[in-house]
Structure formats: structure tokens, C-alpha cells
């Protein structure tokens, strides 16, 4: 599995971005696809899950009610959908895929065998 993440860019506190994790090689239903982000000089972290098919979506709390995980199997494209950003946003977005991924591994980073390049966030406040 081949993945491009794009949509990143320089937004105002308060705005909106949507990124995108477009997909070849595979079909993306049958994995767990996962936004992490990582900030400079901290570690990688976990923003938002979509489990096989779509079946259940799980955020971190710093994100949750702001952030919206989808998929469109038609484009074998993943999408993060960010309101409300606000500077703590501010870093480089990756995502990934996983298969079998258990659901109590689902947010970490060892789960997934596949990433994309990532693409940078920047909040301006």
C-alpha cells in the first residue's frame, strides 16, 4: 500500500483544513486507517482511527468533537475533517494503514505497517 497525504497548509486559529490520505496498491476497506500527528521535539501521536469498513471511528480527547475521521471507498481515499484549530494543532499529520490491527492497538503507532509522507499543519494564532 502506497499512501499520499495532502491538504496541510498555513490556517488561522479557528479555521478549518480537511487533509486527504489517497491510496494505491490496495483497497483501503479492509484496513485500519489512522491519522497520527507529530509536533517538533515531541513524539508521534495519535489523532483519529477508522476501523475496517468504516465500522467505528475513535479520536484522542484533544481532538474529539472538533475532528471527523471519514472514508470514500470509491476513491480509496481516508479524510480528516479539522474545525476549530487551534495553535496545539500546529504539526506534521501522517497517516497510515494497518491490517489486523486489534482494537486496543489502535492507537499506537507499531500497529501500522504503511505511512504516508505526511503533510504540515500550521496554526497561526
Known amino acids: 500500500v502506497q499512501l499520499q497525504a495532502s491538504g496541510g497548509g498555513l490556517v488561522q486559529a479557528g479555521g478549518s483544513l480537511r487533509l486527504s490520505c489517497a491510496a494505491s496498491g490496495r483497497t483501503l476497506s479492509n484496513y485500519v486507517m489512522t491519522w497520527f500527528r507529530q509536533a517538533p521535539g515531541k513524539e508521534r501521536e495519535f489523532v483519529a482511527a477508522s476501523r475496517q469498513r468504516g465500522s467505528s471511528a475513535h479520536y484522542a480527547d484533544s481532538v474529539k468533537g472538533r475532528f471527523t475521521i471519514s472514508r470514500d471507498n470509491a476513491k480509496n481515499t481516508v479524510y480528516l475533517q479539522m474545525n476549530s484549530l487551534t495553535p496545539e494543532d500546529t504539526a506534521v499529520y501522517f497517516c497510515?494503514?494497518?491490517?489486523?490491527?486489534?482494537?486496543?492497538?489502535?492507537?499506537?503507532?507499531?500497529?501500522?505497517?504503511?505511512w504516508g509522507q505526511g503533510t504540515l499543519v500550521t496554526v497561526s494564532s
Open positions: 497510515a494503514a494497518g491490517q489486523g490491527v486489534i482494537l486496543s492497538a489502535t492507537r499506537s503507532p507499531d500497529s501500522y505497517h504503511y
